[in-house]
């Protein structure tokens, strides 16, 4: 009803300015039908300037001063939180699965170039980050410099983005949970198959689809997969983990970090003693026509699926209200998380690679897998295996740190339900926010496979990018003068232009090279959800960046009465 009251009080401040409007008694039930020409055409603009209204960067500036978050991140907790965020799946899931699926040791060019395209996007963030210092991340970004259409599109995205990674890494997770319990029990089914799987899984033939996934039993029957019940516990847990407050969930997530950092230091120094050079050859495997897999398109598209790795900078700029010193930590915790993981990533691709021959490498738990093909002793196997659980926990503790604040941001704008913006006054978290996105995240990592989610999260993470390079390029132009933390090293030319340009052309190159139609028609469809159920229903009615013409006109009305 609210809404309704909004669009009324909104027609009724526009239709006394349209020219040669019939005479009628009640504007704001006016039928666009009975509208001249002339006054649809002047109706246009003004439709036009408020789908696309921006928010000032001084209304940003007094939103962060207003902020009921508790300021307690330094820059060591934003760089591990982008390490908790970006090192995980990639490292203990991906890389099996595309080297033995999709590249070969190619995969390692795989990394390179996801990691370049992700450096410009970092400088780009980083940038902004310094300036637009409140949650919300790409979504605040863009609402400064597109307007808020394209905003809600891009948080639309991000709402994507971060709920289906999070689903994937559960998924992960529960992989790596289920081998470490089979490897301690020494009984590989210490877990009934048809309980920790998804139900279906994707393939391109005989036609694309989704189909059931049939998993071996202890007696040796076949069945098909139940859902993958380890991977929704896991998310209800963190889920009551982020309800507690921002500090208790960064001495979760640096603890996990640590943990994890010291497993892919293990993997590596171990790891070496059991390379074969052999196993690299051939470096590009021949191509598949038939699975467009291998050779130079597979470098492509498993660049496309890891670059699903590397949104974990992104999950650090929707702390920003969160932060002791915005300004300044979060460029270092962007572009020093990102550095770090990166030489992690690659380094992690070649030893993997070079232990046994990529056609054997496990795909469900690719690192310790490998290292027990390779005879490792089984301390090292576990090890690896325990670091894995808590490494894949803490990107998703990560993630599901991001999401939340990203919607609240949405609804705090009027984008999105106005519950949705609750911060608890005793915890001082979005605990409605995160509470809804545990729901969603709990239920898609049960029953969709890992490889479906993380192509849909890479899409979503390369548009976040390209938005965010456009929105650089628009403020070196639009307000030079705004003081910047950090910029783009190189002036305004290289800094201001080439790295920007350069950073949204990579992330659109990346998306046609290595995407499919499949991925492609499911991420328009959510945007067509969106679009037409969420938006156009709701947010378009509520914005807060047209509120101020219904209160204008409400306050007419009152002096008018008075």
């Given at each position: 009803m609210s809404g309704l009251m909004a669009s009324m009080l909104w027609m009724r401040s526009v239709l006394p300015h349209l020219p040669h409007l019939p005479h009628l008694p009640h504007p704001p039930f006016v039928s666009v039908s009975r509208?001249?020409?002339?006054?649809?055409?002047?109706l246009a603009p003004i439709v036009s300037s408020r789908l696309f209204a921006k928010k000032s960067l001084i209304s940003i500036d007094k939103e962060a001063a207003e902020t009921n978050y508790?300021?307690?991140?330094?820059?060591?907790?934003?760089?591990a939180l982008g390490i908790a965020a970006i090192i995980g799946s990639g490292i203990f899931v991906l890389t099996g699965k595309v080297a033995h699926s999709v590249a070969g040791p190619s995969v390692i060019i795989s990394f390179i170039i996801s990691g370049i395209v992700s450096a410009l996007a970092a400088l780009c963030y980083a940038e902004m980050a310094s300036m637009v210092n409140i949650s919300g991340s790409a979504y605040s970004y863009t609402y400064v410099t597109l307007g808020e259409f394209i905003a809600w599109i891009l948080g639309w995205d991000l709402i994507?983005?971060?709920?289906?990674?999070?689903?994937?890494?559960?998924?992960?997770?529960?992989?790596?949970?289920?081998?470490?319990?089979?490897?301690?029990?020494?009984?590989?089914?210490?877990?009934?198959p048809?309980?920790?799987?998804?139900?279906?899984?994707?393939?391109?033939?005989?036609?694309?689809?989704?189909?059931?996934n049939p998993v071996t039993l202890a007696d040796g029957t076949t069945?098909?997969?139940?859902?993958?019940?380890?991977?929704?516990?896991?998310?209800?847990?963190?889920?009551?983990?982020?309800?507690?407050?921002?500090?208790?969930?960064?001495?979760?997530?640096?603890?996990?970090?640590?943990?994890?950092?010291?497993v892919v230091l293990l993997f590596i120094f171990a790891g070496i003693a059991y390379v074969r050079p052999q196993n690299w050859s051939p470096f590009i495997p021949t191509y598949d026509p038939v699975q467009d897999t291998f050779g130079n398109p597979g470098i492509f598209k498993a660049a496309l699926t890891v670059f699903f790795a590397y949104i974990g900078f992104d999950a650090v700029s929707t702390t920003a209200q969160e932060a002791k010193n915005p300004q300044r930590d979060l460029p270092i915790g962007i572009l020093l998380s990102l550095g770090i993981c990166t030489v992690l990533y690659i380094v992690v691709c070649i030893i993997l690679t070079g232990i046994v021959p990529y056609t054997e490498i496990p795909i469900t738990s690719p690192v310790s897998g490998a290292m027990k093909i390779a005879g490792a002793p089984q301390w090292i196997v576990v090890t690896i295996e325990l670091g894995a659980i808590f490494g894949l926990a803490s990107v998703m503790a990560a993630l599901m740190t991001g999401q939340p604040r990203i919607f609240q941001a949405m609804a705090n704008d009027g984008l999105l339900p106005k519950v949705i913006a609750h911060i608890n006054p005793k915890t001082q978290t979005p605990v409605v926010a995160i509470i809804i996105c545990g729901v969603i995240v709990a239920a898609a990592s049960a029953v969709l496979p890992v490889d479906v989610l993380a192509d849909l999260t890479s899409v979503g993470t390369l548009l976040a990018f390209f938005v965010v390079s456009v929105s650089v390029w628009i403020l070196r132009w639009t307000d030079r003068d705004r003081?910047?933390?950090f910029s783009i090293p190189g002036g305004f030319i290289i800094g201001g232009n080439i790295i920007p340009g350069l950073s949204a052309i990579a992330s659109l190159a990346l998306i046609w090279v290595g995407g499919s139609t499949t991925i492609t028609i499911r991420v328009f469809a959510w945007m067509g959800i969106g679009l037409f159920l969420v938006y156009l229903t709701f947010g378009f009615w509520k914005s807060k960046a047209r509120f101020p013409v219904a209160a204008e006109v409400q306050a007419d009305e009152v002096d008018g009465k008075l």
């Open positions: 509208l001249p020409v002339s006054s649809l055409l002047a508790r300021r307690a991140l330094n820059w060591w907790d934003l760089t994507l983005e971060y709920l289906v990674g999070s689903a994937a890494v559960a998924v992960g997770w529960s992989y790596y949970f289920s081998s470490f319990v089979a490897d301690v029990s020494n009984n590989p089914f210490a877990f009934d048809r309980w920790v799987n998804a139900p279906v899984f994707w393939s391109t033939t005989p036609v694309p689809g989704f189909y059931a069945a098909n997969a139940i859902m993958n019940v380890p991977a929704a516990v896991l998310t209800i847990l963190l889920t009551i983990i982020l309800c507690l407050g921002i500090r208790q969930s960064a001495w979760v997530i640096n603890f996990f970090v640590a943990l994890k950092l010291l003081p910047r933390r």
